[in-house]
């Protein structure tokens, strides 16, 4: 049998390592998604760090602190500022059922580059890791809360704010083999990706898609890109200090004994020593100020 001769620019094209990135970024893609499941050990650094901060003490009273506090418009006064303080208790859980934390889980966010339009749009490009969250293990007097964690410099983690309700961790354990979770934190929308799909979660997520059931990540790449590219770091939008993003600005937090309760809408989250702050400038950093 003769053997087949290619033409030579077609088999230089065939096998040229410029060809052949994108099949190498979505077998990368692929390998990632084939460990995923709920959003564990596998992808969070120092995840005995993570875990040695949700079982400590400091956070444990933390949680107590939210929890024996009214959120605000519930018996709480707030501030012109939005701010309810806690004081300080020596014994902040009395009178509090006992409760535990769940183990961290990773939170994913679309990354500045996916929503320019420069990443190509593969998992490993479209997604990065912003922060983690473990919430507690049931009701405490018909509450739920969760602790949201920050990384700190030089590694690790610490506690950056804790937030009423408990659907941040719900959607971040959703994860199946073969997906990940990731949220589009200007609209609250949570999404499952496989390979080359995106599924919301959520209706915040189905409204950011036009009500479709699932989008190509293609396709939602350009969605984004429309929605934010004009407001990436050295836009006007950011230059005009329009990109507070997430609750609290970056102004780093006086020393105080007092605790602010921060109020965002429907959201409430108790920041302390500056943690919500730190947690607003590493997301800011870890996929800009969008």
């Given amino acids: 049998m003769r053997d087949r001769i290619e033409p030579v620019g077609r088999k230089a094209a065939r096998f040229s390592p410029l060809a052949r990135l994108p099949l190498v ?4 893609a692929s390998v990632l998604l084939s460990a995923a499941g ?33 959120l605000p418009g519930a018996g709480s006064d707030t501030g012109a500022d939005g701010m309810v303080t806690i ?8 009178g509090l059922p006992a409760f535990t934390l769940n183990d961290p889980l990773a939170v994913n966010e679309i990354t500045p580059d996916f929503v320019a339009g ?11 890791l912003s922060h983690l969250v473990s919430s507690i293990g049931g009701a405490v007097n018909d509450r ?10 030089g590694g690790g983690w610490h506690l950056a704010g804790v937030r009423d ?7 971040a354990g959703s994860a199946t083999p073969g997906s990940l979770v990731f949220t589009e934190p200007q609209i609250r929308g949570w999404y499952r990706l496989t390979l080359t799909t995106v599924e919301p979660l959520n209706d915040q997520a189905r409204d950011g898609i036009d009500g479709r059931s699932t989008i190509s990540l293609a396709d939602y790449q350009k969605v984004v890109k429309a929605r934010y590219a004009d407001k990436l770091p050295g836009s006007e939008y950011d ?7 997430y609750g609290p600005d970056d102004r780093a937090a006086e020393p105080t004994s007092r605790t602010p309760l921060l109020a965002g809408g429907s ?20 996929r800009g100020t969008v």
């Fill in 165 to 171: 309700g408990d659907s941040d961790a719900g959607y």
């Fill in 239 to 245: 230059t005009r200090g329009m990109s507070s993003g």
């Fill in 38 to 70: 709920p959003a564990r050990a596998v992808d969070i650094p120092d995840y005995q760090a993570a875990l040695d901060v949700v079982r400590s003490a400091g956070v444990h009273d933390a949680v107590c602190r939210f929890l024996s506090t009214p």
């Fill in 144 to 153: 739920t809360a969760t602790v949201l964690l920050a990384p700190s410099e």
């Fill in 25 to 28: 970024l979505a077998l990368g």
């Fill in 267 to 286: 959201i409430a989250a108790l920041a302390l020593a500056g943690g919500a702050a730190a947690l607003g400038r590493f997301r800011r950093r870890r």
């Fill in 118 to 128: 420069t990443a190509l749009p593969v998992p490993t490009s479209a997604v990065r």
């Fill in 87 to 94: 004081p300080d208790t020596p014994e902040p859980c009395a």
